[in-house]
């Protein structure tokens, strides 16, 4: 292999290395973008629940819509799900994952958790 073979080979790999750091970097701004809609979409469901206790609060209709508030309840829970998801690759793709138990981010080889001392569950 003459010299400029070996330096293709070369910026071939820098390239790749700089390539992949630059999809991670995409990734992690795609995965915070849809995490702050999440949120948002979490913090408006909330809102909503509100408001219909409140309505309730004024009128003369003695009976809570509890049917309504559920449904609403439910998709949080759904959101939340996907919230934990997104989070969860987050971490991955930093090299963290966090502790089940605390919630404290911890750097993916480790084994126990620093703040809780409890077993990194996988
Ligand atoms: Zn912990």
Redesign the pocket.
Known sequence: MDFFDKLADKVSVGTKKISRKTDELIEITELKLDLKKIEDEIEEAKLYIGEVVYKYFFSNNSNMPVGQIKGKCREIQRMEAQKNRIQTRLYRIKGLTY?R??G?AIVYEENY?P??G?KIVR
């Open positions: 502790c138990f605390c404290e958790c703040k809780c409890r």
